[in-house]
């Protein structure tokens, strides 16, 4: 076989391996391939292109019906467009995705013809209900700092570097 034949081989078996792979996926999210497909309510931003919501009938995000763009980040914004995408629920919580989705060729409204380039973004989960937070799962070996400061609110970064502490001086006390 020589390398066109070898190259065409390749190519048939990623396209299988990646179809296997998407299955798989679908499976450990929604359940044994042909079962009911569960969709939840999200929506994605990302800045100069459509809105886009996540049609829970087909699974398939679909851009804004007025073809509105943002990239917003306040709460109150983000829950009252899922309030708006979907009226017929009872949207009362918003939060980010706890994982990242590709959204193949994001077009920009106006345009004929979109780029093939894929988006990665952090949707954001429009919750049904009242609000339950997930658990909180601490690792064996592992001590939970609570802290109780109602008043002040820190950022991810704060918390990392205070995470960091914390093991500095474990490590530390360990050597002595």
């Not at 020589?2 to 792979?21: E, F, I, P, Q």
């Not at 800045?47 to 709460?75: A, K, M, S, Y």
């Not at 193949?104 to 780029?115: D, I, L, M, T």
């Not at 380039?117 to 952090?122: E, K």
Request: aromatic share 8%; charged share 20%.
């Amino acid at each position: 076989m020589g390398h066109k034949g070898a190259l065409l081989l390749m190519t048939l078996l990623s396209c299988c391996a990646w179809r296997d792979a998407e299955a798989l996926a679908m499976t450990e999210v929604n359940g044994p391939v042909g079962g009911p497909l569960v969709v939840e309510p999200q929506i994605a931003m990302f800045c100069g292109r459509p809105l886009l919501h996540i049609n829970t009938e087909t699974g398939q995000w679909e851009p804004d019906p007025q073809g509105r763009q943002g990239c917003f980040t306040q709460p109150n914004k983000i829950l009252s467009y899922c309030q708006e995408m979907y009226p017929g629920l009872q949207i009362s919580h918003v939060e980010e995705a706890s994982a990242p989705v590709t959204i193949p060729a994001w077009c920009k409204k106006g345009w004929g013809h979109c780029q093939t380039r894929q988006f990665i973004v952090i949707p954001y989960r429009c919750l049904v209900g009242e609000y339950v937070s997930e658990a909180l799962l601490v690792p064996d070996r592992c001590r939970f700092l609570h802290q109780e400061q109602m008043d002040s609110c820190e950022s991810y970064v704060y918390w990392h570097n205070i995470a960091k502490e914390v093991r500095s001086r474990v490590h530390q006390n360990k050597a002595k």
